[in-house]
Structures are given as C-alpha cells and as structure tokens.
C-alpha cells in the first residue's frame, strides 16, 4: 500500500512537499514516480482528496503502466499521480476508465474533482491541474475540423502548417474566418505525460481576438 499522498488532509501535504523541495520524484513501496516539472502553479491547495498513481514500467523495449487505486475515495477529490516517462496511449485510457468508474459511483460527492499532480520547478511545490469535463478520443479529428496537433518531436501543426510556440497565438488570430469556428486540440499517443501537462496549459494560456474564433477544451483527439 501507497504511504505517499494518502493521507486526505492538507496538513499531511504540506509535509509532504517539504520533502519534495528538492526533487521531483516520490516513492509508493519499492516503485518510484516521476512527477512532470512545469514552471508555474495553477491549483495549489486541494482539500479532501485521495491518490490514484501510475507507474512506468518497462518489459525489455515496451513501456508498461502500473496502475494503484486501492487508496482512492469516491467522494473525495482524486489526484492523479502519473510519472511523467509515460506515453499517453497507455495513460488515457486508464484515466477514462477511472472517470468512468467514479461517475457511476454511488458514493460521488457532488463538486468533487479530478486533479493531475506536478512539480512546480519554480517553487519547489506540489502544484494540481484541474481535469474537468474533458473527452478523449482516440481518432484523428473528423476531416474539415480546425486541429491544433503536438507531436512528439516539439512540432506543432495547425491543420497542415507547421508552427513556432512563439508564433502560435498570432497565427491562430490572423486566420480569415467566414463564420463562427472551433479549433480542436490533438496530440500524438506518443506524446509524455509531462510534456502534455505543458502544451495543456499552453493553450489555455492563447488569447483569441476573433469574436467568431473559439477554441474547444471539451474534447482532445489522441492519435
């Protein structure tokens, strides 16, 4: 049983975070995560809250997810624990299975939350994203949808035009749009885990201008 990040009280956490100060991994057993770094906190302070964690695992060349539950509470807040190494076709389906399972849970308590965990690299803190009413589906977006796509490789692509981090949010706006239009998120399967966190909050970060432009957070395609 998982003795790190249990205990469902922020009191326990803070000293949890003292420990962590310097690094950016934690110990469940003899198993080992390593938690994304990203350089800002979102959420800092989630109360009544149980562990879900996700451990990389290899089997000669293959990647393996090791999935613990056996400390997650129904009507608490959920916080996944997901070692960064792990590509997302092995992470999301774990995580639609989990939303799943709790949604359908009798003991669900209204208001109650899913949250990823990180390491702000700034602060040396324990920091949370929110994972709310988010879709995932394992497609290419349906052809004639605006996407957004993260590769593996740091490239990014909207629709077929490859683009800079730096250049994203200018381009999106400069686009000639005739009529009200979503753009739709997607990323490789491939992808870490740590570098989805990144690109996540990269695009909630872009400020769209264009009254007929929006950018839909609902749902990712992963492929």
């Given amino acids: ?19 962590l100060l310097l690094i950016s991994s934690f110990s469940c057993g003899k198993k080992e995560i390593q938690l994304p770094q990203l350089g800002e906190t979102v959420v800092a302070d989630v109360k009544d809250h149980s562990p879900i964690y996700m451990f990389f695992e290899t089997n000669g060349n293959d990647t393996l997810i090791d999935v613990n539950r056996s400390n997650s509470i129904s009507s608490t807040n959920w916080l996944f624990n997901i070692d960064k190494r792990l590509p997302l076709k092995l992470v999301i389906p774990e995580i639609q299975k989990l939303q799943a399972k709790k949604a359908k849970s009798s003991h669900k308590k209204e208001g109650s939350e899913n949250y990823f965990t990180y390491m702000d690299k700034e602060k040396k803190t324990l920091a949370f ?36 981090e730096q250049e994203l949010e200018q381009y999106l706006n400069n686009l000639k749009v005739e009529r009200e239009s979503e753009i739709f998120i997607g990323y490789d399967k491939n992808l870490s885990f740590e570098n989805y966190l990144k690109y996540r909050l990269k695009t909630k970060k872009i400020v769209i201008t264009k009254l007929s ?5 609902t749902k990712e395609f992963i492929y």
């Fill in 1 to 19: 049983m998982c003795k790190t990040l249990q205990q469902s009280n922020w009191v326990s956490m803070k000293k949890i975070v003292v420990a």
């Fill in 129 to 164: 994203l929110p994972l709310i009413d988010v879709e995932y589906v394992f497609d290419k977006a349906i052809l004639g949808l605006n996407t957004l796509y993260f590769k593996t490789d740091e490239k990014i692509f909207f629709n077929n035009q490859q683009l800079s």
């Fill in 213 to 217: 432009l929006t950018i839909n957070y």
